[in-house]
């Protein structure tokens, strides 16, 4: 699924950036501020890997849900447990999926951000809820470096006593130049060490949203090439990360 291959270190993602159905935004929590942060209607990340996880809320215990990530649901166990420490469900999604209390399947993307100046910081896109089915009708495979364009849908839709939004994913491919250049190079440089580690069990579960404070994340030493014959990538917009 990676744009690239390789082996690693703490969690290198910036920020976990999520869809908010109900209001129709995508926004990341800000841990210092406390509070949820909107993203513009418009902005757009290349792709560098994808893998699963159950996300979600649990009523009984009024505590969130979360799991391990896996590559394949089919072959890798899930488990899954609440903020709480309970454990709520372990095995394949197929044999667990009726029992996550509240936990939704999520695809769990990690991306890169972009701009006109190049690429900016490694997120996490978590689609889950009202944005997945956008994401599995658009049949969109990461794999070989794709530009994804993320967009509010302002249609509100319902079903049943139900409303609710999704987003729109508008897929590029990532030309040859330095942007893909840069991507690959934050991919194999940064994140497959740390997910190399994290799936082979290196790392323990982890429940947090956002990499703690002051964490080194590997990205120090990173440095971009500059942008140059970038071609569709001319038409990224700026964004406030």
Known sequence: MSISNTSQSPNPTKRYVEWQGSEGFFFYYDKEKKEKVKLPKTFQVIAL????TIKGYDEGSESGVYSNEVRSTNK???TVKNFKGDLLA???????????????YCKSIYAV??????????INLQIKGSALNPWIEGKINVSGGVVIECSI?????????NKYFEPTFTVKTLTEGAL???????????LQPYLEEYLSGGKKEEVSTSPPQQQKTGLENFIPPP???VGDATEIDDLPF
Do not use: H, M
């Open 180 to 190: 893909r250049d840069a991507a690959i190079q934050l991919d194999q440089d940064v």
């Open 113 to 122: 951000t972009v701009d006109k100046s190049g690429v900016g910081d490694l």
């Open 90 to 104: 372990k095995g394949l999604y197929a044999d667990i999926k009726g029992n996550l209390k509240g936990g939704k």
């Open 153 to 161: 849908n302002p249609e509100q839709k319902k079903k049943g006593s």
């Open 76 to 78: 890798e166990e899930l």
């Open 49 to 52: 890997d994808e893998l699963a």
């Open 227 to 229: 942008i140059t014959g």
